[in-house]
């Protein structure tokens, strides 16, 4: 073999192509049909490069997906995959509007990144003449204004933004709820005062004491459907309920069964669907509808695991087992725009957020020991802000505390004692968040619910029970900012109005149990949805109340 008696030289390289497509956060331009991107840097193996790539993204994890319309047939997506060069998870988003016509991927290191890129793509192709014909987020293609706004009572009126004036004279008003601010001052270039009038004074700000007036009329229908009471006394009793008000009108009912939860629809009373998949009992359900309306439930078990499913079809999405102890509680976060984030409490005295789509743990707060302080239940809201907060109740035999955090932060903003009291046990708690930017806590345990204003920490509320048996609680909230509170306590479930405090409505079982769920939502236009199940109740007792002033 004749050997080169050469010498090998450094050829300079033209890096400004590759400086082009790709971006100093670590963003690629792999594929564009109208612009410059690294298939054409690649030279002549560039067809068989990008095959490679393709073929990995098209076998990666479709994380977000929004189709285009019907004619159109093409689609947004972001997907989350391994380069096949180094095996580094990236994230793809791929614009393909129109088969046949424009293509384009760029890949990010950040998931974050490549989702707030993918909402922008969606956001500037939207064309009301051509709506989307699915997707995946909040709102594109389904923006509808709440109808249905209960009329305020005489001398008060709503502004758009959801705050509350109270006329004082002709010439004055003042604010008595409204958006958080140190104080209200007009200046001559200043917008003007609704109707001409001039504001006596500071705005009392959304954090403030609750609004006086009660409402005049309370209507309450029972929806049961005619085939739930027939199956009494014939099943296990629910020992959890969630409620979901859907896009298309209906209302779902989940209720947690022994090792099985079930979906009912309220329209009919049908069992929709069955999940069954926990080794032991399920604990707690929770659901939750993303922005193309698709329906998924959690479950959290006895068995130390936390399963996600398809409302649609049963399909079993994520199996969550990191706890160590049973999980005692679920509950959903729905930030508009992506996905829901999923909360789980446990008996190893932790409380989790989750990103669902990969089981990724984004956060981790600690209550106490494991074993000792127990996470009986927890809640989940997303503020004004944007941020995630996220609140538990624990005990731990000798006193039950409810605590709240902003995810976003990892800051615990709360910590509130509840009343002590002999062999103390699963107290709960529900958030609720308001449009002027306030949210509101609730806790119900031994004799007593309270209501605390979530940004001051103010105790607005509280309300007596029957200190018989262990109580639940649920927070609903109507389009003025009237926040209603239901509670279950011995065989009464009651309902109130937390603003004025009048009770709203009291039904009489006539039986209690271990177990005492209640739940409530809001349907636009149609009132508060509240379920509540008691010993030989299958599934559960369903009430529409309707609030008139």
């Avoid at 499913?309 to 087992?321: K, R």
């Avoid at 509240?530 to 559960?540: F, G, K, M, N, T």
Wanted: net charge negative.
């Amino acid at each position: 073999m004749r050997r080169h008696k050469g010498r090998w030289e450094p050829t300079p390289v033209d890096a400004e192509p590759f400086r082009r497509v790709c971006g100093a956060d670590g963003s690629r331009v792999l594929y564009d049909t109208g612009g410059s991107c690294l298939y054409e840097c690649w030279g002549e193996l560039k067809d068989d490069l990008w095959d490679e790539l393709h073929s990995a993204v098209d076998a990666g994890t479709t994380l977000h997906r929004t189709e285009t319309h019907a004619l159109l047939g093409g689609s947004i997506e972001v997907a989350r995959y391994d380069d096949p060069k180094d095996g580094v998870r990236r994230f793809a988003v791929i614009e393909n509007m129109d088969p046949g016509g424009e293509y384009r991927v760029v890949d990010y290191l950040d998931e974050d990144t490549a989702v707030r890129r993918y909402v922008e793509i969606v956001r500037a192709n939207e064309d009301p003449e051509l709506p989307y014909r699915d997707t995946d987020l909040d709102g594109v293609g389904f923006e509808a204004p709440i109808e249905g706004r209960p009329e305020m009572p005489a001398g008060l009126s709503a502004l758009p933004d959801g705050s509350v004036i109270a006329s004082i004279d002709a010439d004055e008003w003042r604010y008595v709820y409204g958006r958080p601010r140190s104080e209200w001052a007009l200046t001559p270039d200043g917008p003007p005062a609704p109707d001409g009038l001039t504001p006596s004074g500071p705005v009392r700000a959304a954090t403030g004491r609750p609004r006086a007036w009660a409402p005049a009329r309370v209507d309450v229908r029972d929806i049961t459907p005619p085939a739930w009471p027939d199956t009494a006394g014939g099943g296990p009793s629910p020992n959890a309920l969630a409620l979901a008000a859907l896009p298309d009108g209906r209302t779902v009912l989940a209720s947690a069964h022994d090792d099985a939860a079930r979906l009912w629809n309220l329209r009919d009373g049908a069992a929709a669907r069955t999940f069954a998949g926990h080794t032991e009992w399920v604990l707690d359900v929770a659901l939750a509808v993303t922005g193309d309306g698709t329906t998924v439930l959690a479950t959290a078990g006895k068995d130390q695991l936390v399963r996600v499913w398809s409302a649609l079809d049963g399909t079993a999405l994520q199996e969550i087992d990191d706890h160590e102890g049973a999980v005692n509680a679920v509950a959903w976060a729905c930030p508009p725009g992506q996905v829901p984030s999923l909360v789980s409490g446990s008996d190893d005295g932790t409380v989790r957020v989750w990103s669902v789509e990969y089981v990724r743990e984004r956060a981790c707060f600690t209550v106490g020991p494991p074993g000792v302080e127990i996470v009986w239940s927890v809640a989940a809201a997303v503020l004004a802000d944007g941020h995630t907060c996220v609140a538990a109740a624990s005990d731990d035999s000798e006193r039950s505390t409810v605590h709240v955090w902003d995810v976003d932060t990892g800051a615990k903003a709360h910590e509130f004692a509840l009343e002590s009291r002999a062999m103390a046990a699963m107290p709960k708690v529900a958030l609720a968040t308001l449009d002027d930017g306030s949210f509101r806590v609730a806790a119900a345990s031994g004799s007593a619910v309270h209501v605390w204003d979530g940004l001051t920490g103010e105790l607005l509320r509280t309300f007596s029970l029957d200190a018989a048996g262990s109580a639940d609680v649920a927070l609903g909230v109507l389009p003025d900012l009237r926040v209603v509170a239901a509670a279950t306590s011995g065989p009464l479930t009651l309902a109130w109005e937390v603003e004025s405090g009048a009770e709203l409505v009291r039904l009489d079982h006539g039986a209690s149990g271990l177990y005492q769920p209640v739940e409530l939502v809001a349907r636009p236009g149609e009132g508060l949805v509240l379920a509540a199940a008691r010993e030989r109740d299958s599934p559960a007792r369903a009430l529409l109340l309707n609030l008139h002033w």
